[in-house]
């Protein structure tokens, strides 16, 4: 079961408490997770209807200015392509409640194929890394890294992974 205090985890850095304190934003996006058809449903479309569930939210509470009140007190204002990381983020939620099976391996690597979506590496290296020969998940540790920003799988890809 995908909890609303994950999707918070997930999203209290980029938002701030007192933002998803006055909100539903966690519980719509803990539901909606919840709610995907595995069998049936495309990631593309949950990814963006996440991403419009998150930019509806911050626009109204912000009254379209979407600047927000960090954690740490300072004011960040939220960029337009924020909305589809924080999206991809929430996505993992998903991908790491699946049965480790080679179909949703396979679906999972059709979807990190035809998006930029780094939480379908992440899932397919750290969570179905049994279907994964050596030669795979070095590839999938190389477009990590030089497609996404370190901050975003530094804490799942270690510097050993990386390719010689």
């Not at 939210?57 to 990381?85: N, Q």
């Amino acid at each position: 079961m995908i909890q609303a205090e994950y999707t918070q985890k997930l999203l209290r850095p980029w938002l701030g408490q007192a933002l998803l304190d006055c909100t539903g934003l966690c519980d719509q996006a803990a539901q909606m997770l919840e709610d995907f058809d595995v069998m049936h449903g495309n990631y593309a479309v949950l990814a963006d209807e996440l991403k419009r569930l998150i930019y509806r939210t911050v626009a109204h509470v912000t009254k379209d200015s979407m600047t927000v009140l960090r954690d740490g007190g300072k004011w960040a204002r939220i960029r337009m392509e924020d909305f589809a990381v924080m999206a991809d983020a929430l996505l993992y939620l998903r991908f790491r409640t699946l049965v480790h099976s080679a179909w949703n391996c396979s679906r999972i690597r059709e979807y990190a194929l035809s998006s930029d979506s780094l939480s379908a590496i992440r899932a397919l290296y750290v969570d179905f890394a049994e279907f994964q020969t050596e030669e795979e998940k070095a590839m999938l540790a190389y477009t990590a890294r030089t497609c996404h920003p370190a901050y975003r799988y530094r804490s799942w890809l270690k510097d050993e992974d990386a390719v010689q």
